[in-house]
Every structure is written in C-alpha cells, then in structure tokens.
C-alpha cells in the first residue's frame, strides 16, 4: 500500500505527514514561539493526522526563539487528552530552547515516550525503536 503524504506550511513550520501514523514538523529559521504559532501548528496538525493516534519528529532551527507567555499554555493538551500522542521527540541544537522544552515537558507531563536531543541521529533512531516497541511497522 502507497502512503501519500500530505504537506502543510504554517507561520513558523512546515509539517509532513510521512505515514497515517507519523508526522514530521520542520520549523523555520528564524521563528518565534508564541501562543498564536503553536496554536496555528496545532490546528494544522489536527488537520493532517486527524484523530488517529500518532508520533510526531519536530525539529527547531538554532536561531529559534520563543514568547515567555506561551510557556504557561498546554499547547498539546487536547491531542494528549484525545489519546492522540504515540511518542514525542525534538531535535534542537540550542542549549536554552533545550532546557526550556524539558522544563516545559516537566510542567505539562505528555507521557512516557518523549526525547528532547541536541542529535538527530539519536532522535530518528530512538523513534524508530518507538515504533518497534509499539508493534509498529515503517511501512
């Protein structure tokens, strides 16, 4: 069976989704987080994967920065209440964004398969061993 995938751009990313069950997210350089964006990319990825439960790739360019208002927002709550989330990981190469983003995780526990990283290597490959324990093909 042949996957299209489907593309969509917003704001601050561009979104892929790679598989019914997989979806990349590529931020722009020079993007800035704040509660509008993500809201934004969260509408956009309830667009493209639905109510199906699925894991999500994002990458974050080094030159990214970020609101200090949208840290006191769940920006994942409705996809984590839904049950939608498989596994969560996020490639940053910036110290800060990366300490932000494990706090930001502390505050608002998604689940158990979640890796902020500084390499992407490791974060493919740690999804792809995601994807194996869940009994999940690459297909």
Not at 108 to 123: G, H, N, Q, S
Request: charged share 25%; hydrophobic share 40%; proline share 4%.
């Amino acid at each position: 069976m042949t996957i299209k995938h489907r593309e969509t751009r917003t704001s601050i990313a561009h979104m892929t989704r790679v598989r019914p069950d997989y979806l990349e997210v590529v931020y722009h350089p020079g993007s800035k987080l704040s509660t509008a964006s993500l809201r934004e990319v969260r509408d956009a990825r309830r667009e493209l994967m639905g109510n199906t439960p699925y894991a999500m790739f994002s990458i974050l360019p080094d030159d990214i920065d970020f609101e200090l208002g949208a840290m006191s927002v769940d920006h994942l709550a409705d996809d984590r209440r839904d049950g939608n989330f498989l596994a969560i990981a996020v490639v940053t190469r910036t110290n800060m964004i990366e300490m932000i983003l494990k706090l930001y995780f502390s505050y608002y526990p998604l689940l158990t398969r979640l890796l902020v990283t500084d390499k992407e290597a490791e974060a493919r490959a740690w999804m792809d061993a995601q994807f194996k324990e869940l009994g999940m093909s690459g297909s």
